[in-house]
């Protein structure tokens, strides 16, 4: 199937290989049946390659109901944030879920975020298990600060209280979001462990490619929020022709040209159709004529407001 050749790309450089992973025992698996995408990280975990971002979602019904769909849509990867307040409706909706269909919770890859607001060692570590608490879970996937400190020393205790809660099995995978060049060289030098990821604006009208190659050469994977430049190019009249050549949506575009160049993409959605449309978005290979065209469509265009990366 086309979506095992696309697995099989050389990843670029500083990337780890990109998998196929296997069918999930429940059975449960995307509409078109095709095989999900993973990305290895340095620390040897592996991360569904697209996520369920549920950013300024409602803590209530409407979450829980799209998480649901996308787990039954065949995503195993939700990523929240304190921030987002519903830490809890995706628990609940997790909850659900694995228990409707018996399928482990190893197989659902779980992410959420420290906010600024619990920044220092030990409130880090006690809003890591704040969070815990509310989606009741015993660990996380994967937990990110969520932007960095404008006080050095608070951006590295609360580093090193990840460390600490990765020790203790209360995380599998440490990392950031919305951190420069500066403030990466300054984990690396001053602390053992290297970050999994660095969760960042990527789109192509925002491609960050000095950031970009600083993580690759560190083997720190990006994962990429606004995949989909919060739908403000989807009528982009290249993105347009590209997606009636390839009989697929603009999002559908957007996206399968994030994660051919190896990274996580995160796409939002509380619509059903479309959160099975944004899944469906990896079952072609665009040429490299075509991505080399997406390429060109780079602008500076930025939507988020987290921005601190210093590139």
């Not at 450089?13 to 290895?40: F, H, W």
């Not at 050095?152 to 599998?172: D, F, H, P």
């Not at 600083?214 to 009528?235: F, M």
């Not at 509380?270 to 075509?290: G, Q, V, Y």
């Amino acid at each position: 199937m086309a979506a095992v050749e696309f697995a099989s790309r050389k990843p670029e450089l500083g990337m780890e290989k990109v998998i196929n992973p296997r069918r999930q025992d429940s059975g449960y698996a995307s509409p078109c049946d095709s095989p999900r995408l993973t990305v290895q990280l340095n620390d040897g975990n592996e991360i569904p390659q697209i996520a369920l971002g549920v950013y300024k979602a409602p803590n209530g019904q409407e979450t829980e109901e799209a998480v649901i769909a996308a787990l039954d849509a065949g995503y195993r990867h939700i990523d929240s944030a304190a921030r987002y307040a519903n830490e809890e409706a995706c628990g609940r909706a997790l909850k659900k879920w694995l228990q409707k269909t018996g399928t482990p919770r190893s197989e659902v890859f779980i992410t959420t975020k420290l906010w600024d607001a619990d920044h220092g060692y030990e409130a880090t570590f006690n809003a890591l298990c704040d969070s815990l608490k509310k989606f009741q879970l015993d660990y996380f996937d994967l937990y990110l600060i969520h932007s960095p400190s404008d006080d050095k020393e608070k951006r590295i205790a609360s580093w090193r209280a990840l460390e600490t809660a990765q020790r203790l099995g209360k995380v599998r995978s440490i990392g950031v979001s919305n951190f420069g060049v500066n403030h990466l060289e300054e984990l690396l030098a001053e602390t053992s462990v290297v970050p999994a990821v660095n969760q960042i604006e990527v789109h192509p009208f925002l491609q960050r490619q000095d950031l970009v190659d600083v993580c690759r050469q560190h083997g720190i994977a990006i994962e990429a929020y606004s995949p989909l430049a919060r739908g403000n190019k989807l009528e982009d009249p290249v993105i347009g022709k590209l997606a009636e050549k390839y009989g697929k949506t603009p999002a559908q575009i957007l996206l399968n040209w994030n994660a051919a160049k190896g990274n996580i993409v995160l796409p939002k959605s509380l619509t059903a159709h479309r959160i099975k449309s944004n899944f469906e978005s990896f079952d072609f290979e665009l040429s490299p004529e075509d991505v080399q065209v997406i390429d060109n469509l780079e602008e500076g265009y930025i939507t988020g407001s987290l921005h601190k990366t210093e590139d």
